[in-house]
């Protein structure tokens, strides 16, 4: 018996280009690399949750299809980290013969925003030296964060947010096939706690059906405010605030109990700095001080010292605020 | 010095090794009924540094008249290695089958970096072909490069060593050895190795060398010496006012620059209240860091000199306002819950690993994207979470790890066997 997928992000990811919602003149160029057999080096940016992981799947079984195995060959930069990964396993996939009719292997090397800049200098001599063999698509969130060599050598897809019919819809068809009970308001709290991230809709659809047969504005938000700490939040406010002792330990809080990286505390405060209650002008001062410590975090040691700095500045640009 | 204490007191027998009863009974019965065909062939036992694991295993071996092949993590540990040294010792028995072999691979956690490449899988493949049982202890188990080891292995968990069970050992040392000390002094000893008993053991030894007897303030003075010099050094720099004095002061200690950054960070807050004041003194120690960033990232040990400098003095020098004041010092907290946390976060990590290898996604993006969800459904619906559970093929710690609590744990542990 094959084992039933529990997860419902992965039982009903599409299996091919043309189930992908929304990203229609996207899947129209993918669809045509399939037909010529033929694909450049590609670079998929966009934020989480748009079907940037889904779309490179769909073209490789599209493309190999019972040669899917070996010639399809998927890495997470921020697991596999480092220069010594792209030396050796990335290589050796590289530079060896593909299987089947077509010519080269893809390797789709996800979050490869996370590669530093070394890394990344070595991937763009692999990506020359076998683009016979091998075509590469990187998977990014910002396609900034890839130096300029690589970007000139692969075509940009730009993966925007889904639209909420898309979403909507996909919410739909699978509580319909789960016997889910979605009520329209239940709909409505979904769409806007996922912000046009269809793996966050998903995810929280199937959580709020784990309460009880029907899916309604009160479950979404249950799960929403269990699953989305609000420490992010809090933080910011002790810090501007000027209560640094307090914020600094609920960042430790973040960093530890929650389990989030720097780079995710980063840009969490980043996304929360335009939501809260300050002027407009100190909201783009705010942003550039998280820039600067974004930039300190990439180059240092240490992040939560990077980061106990950001909440110091915090508190400085609080007290000034408080000035105005 | 003569033969460090923890070997000449070690236990002989199992009947000598203290604590973790059942762990021990485990043990034995695992030697004893060993058999090829077994379908778990290897033992892992885990917890933390000096609780007994590697004592008992010779224990007992020597109990049931087993001989002992041993590698640890001082020895290089790649592919080559582990099969040359414990592979053939593995396959060989079928030769000179007189006695009883147990293969141990001590601290397996020592497996890391680019030199022990293979080195998991090796370790695996020996289990498989092994003709004698296997032995291996770890401190942490969840780190996720263990995730594959993990299903070979029957789990044995070894916890720390009781204060009151580390005195009596360590009375018993004191007995043999004609040390005159009181219970008191002991117990402090007991209390402050934190349940290892090699540490107090040693602990022991170094305090009493040349001595017939061993006071309280003997101890006290052993285990403040080290944090002493730390507050010292802090003092002198928070309270200095000429830079180049702060900098000597704090770069001549020999406290390791990169843990004194921490203490820095930990306690600018206590010596500076100002706003102005504090988010210079962090964009100081933030520069510092990077350095140190660009100086390990890029071998540059010539930025070392800007490290120190911009640490101590560009931090010190930041106070304009406060006034300098009485400071108790404190540990910094940011090592000290990530001592704590260790074992949490490599759950977290071991079970992101799970949920990103199922889901195309890293192990961060498993433990950011699915596991809050996780921990809902597992509190709401057993049932389900029983069946999520076999999917991403959880060990139990984990399923209770994101159980969150003993009751829910339990539920979808009956769940699951039914299933």
Redesign the interface.
């Given at each position: 018996m094959v084992?039933?997928?529990?997860?419902w992000?992965?039982k009903y990811?599409p299996k091919q280009l043309k189930q992908i919602v929304n990203q229609k003149e996207i899947v129209n160029r993918l669809e045509s690399f399939v037909a010529q057999k033929d694909l450049p080096h590609c670079l998929f940016a966009g934020p989480?949750?748009t079907g940037k992981?889904t779309a490179a799947?769909c073209l490789a079984y599209e493309l190999f299809g019972e040669y899917f195995q070996g010639n399809f060959l998927?890495l997470?930069?921020?697991?596999a980290r480092g220069i010594?990964v792209i030396r050796t396993t990335v290589k050796d996939f590289a530079r060896t013969m593909s299987l089947g009719e077509i010519p080269f292997k893809i390797l789709a090397l996800?979050?490869a925003d996370a590669l530093?800049t070394?890394a990344q200098q070595a991937l763009r001599r692999t990506m020359e030296r076998f683009t016979r063999t091998c075509r590469f698509i990187l998977i990014v969130n910002y396609s900034s964060r890839i130096i300029e060599p690589i970007q000139s050598r692969c075509a940009l897809f730009r993966f925007p947010r889904l639209s909420r019919e898309d979403i909507a819809g996909m919410l739909k068809f699978i509580s319909d096939k789960e016997g889910v009970k979605l009520e329209d308001e239940g709909i409505e709290a979904v769409l806007y706690v996922s912000e046009g991230d269809m793996?966050?809709a998903i995810?929280?659809l199937?959580?709020a059906s784990?309460?009880g047969e029907s899916v309604n504005a009160d479950s979404v938000y249950k799960?929403t405010g269990?699953?989305?700490p609000e420490e992010v939040r809090e933080m910011l406010e002790l810090s501007l605030r000027?209560d640094?002792?307090q914020a600094?330990?609920k960042l430790?809080e973040l960093l530890?109990?929650y389990?989030?990286?720097g780079v995710?505390v980063v840009r969490q405060v980043h996304r929360e700095t335009f939501n809260i209650d300050i002027p407009e002008t100190w909201k783009v001062r705010i942003a550039n001080i998280v820039g600067e410590?974004d930039f300190?975090m990439s180059?240092?040691?240490?992040e939560?010292?990077?980061l106990?700095?950001l909440?110091?500045?915090f508190?400085?640009a609080?007290?000034e605020i408080g000035k105005t | 010095m003569s033969l460090p204490w923890t070997e000449k007191y070690k236990p002989l027998g199992i009947s000598e090794v203290v604590g973790n009863e059942k762990a021990l009974s485990e043990l034995v019965g695992f030697l004893r009924s060993w058999r090829r065909d077994a379908s778990k062939k290897a033992l892992l036992l885990y917890g933390s540094p000096g609780n007994g694991k590697t004592v008992s295993v010779y224990a007992a071996a020597r109990d049931l008249g087993f001989e002992i092949v041993e590698v640890n993590a001082s020895d290089k540990r790649n592919l080559e290695m582990i099969q040359r040294t414990i592979g053939s010792a593995a396959t060989m028995s079928s030769l000179f089958p007189v006695k009883g072999k147990v293969l141990l691979i001590d601290e397996v956690d020592g497996l890391s970096g680019t030199e022990d490449r293979g080195g998991v899988g090796a370790i695996i493949s020996v289990i498989k072909s092994s003709e004698h049982p296997i032995v291996l202890t770890a401190n942490n188990p969840w780190d996720p490069k263990f995730s594959s080891l993990r299903q070979y292995c029957e789990m044995v968990s070894f916890d720390k060593i009781r204060a009151p069970t580390v005195r009596k050992v360590l009375r018993r040392i004191c007995d043999r050895e004609g040390i005159r000390v009181d219970d008191s002094v002991l117990e402090a000893l007991a209390t402050n190795a934190e349940g290892d008993l090699r540490a107090a053991i040693n602990d022991l030894q170094a305090l009493s060398q040349n001595k017939t007897e061993l006071t309280m303030e003997d101890v006290v003075l052993y285990s403040r010496d080290k944090i002493r010099s730390i507050f010292e050094v802090l003092g002198k720099m928070f309270g200095g006012s000429e830079a180049r004095l702060i900098v000597d002061d704090v770069s001549s200690t020999d406290v390791d620059y990169e843990l004194m950054i921490h203490w820095i960070n930990e306690n600018i807050p206590q010596h500076m209240s100002d706003a102005k004041e504090l988010s210079d003194a962090y964009d100081m120690i933030s520069r510092a860091d990077v350095f140190l960033g660009r100086i390990k990232n890029r071998q540059h040990w010539g930025l070392l000199s800007y490290v120190f400098e911009l640490m101590s003095a560009g931090v010190s020098l930041s106070r304009t306002v406060t006034k300098p004041h009485f400071v108790k010092y404190q540990f910094p907290s940011w090592i000290r819950n990530l001592s704590k946390t260790r074992v949490t976060r490599s759950k977290l990590s071991s079970i992101g690993t799970k949920i990103g290898n199922k889901c195309h996604t890293s192990s961060s993006g498993g433990v950011e994207h699915y596991l809050p969800y996780l921990e809902i459904i597992f509190q709401a619906d057993p049932k389900r979470a029983a069946k999520i559970s076999k999917f991403f093929e959880l060990e139990d710690e984990l399923i209770e790890k994101i159980a969150g609590d003993k009751k829910t744990h339990n539920k979808i542990t009956k769940e699951l066997k039914k299933e």
């Open positions: 084992e039933e997928i529990q997860m992000t992965e990811r989480p949750g992981t799947l998927e997470n930069a921020s697991d010594d996800d979050e530093t070394e793996r966050r995810n929280t199937q959580a784990a309460y799960v269990k699953a989305r000027g640094f002792v600094r330990k430790h530890i109990n389990g989030l990286s995710d410590i300190r180059e240092g040691a240490n939560e010292i990077q106990s700095a909440l110091a500045q508190s400085l609080g007290q | -």
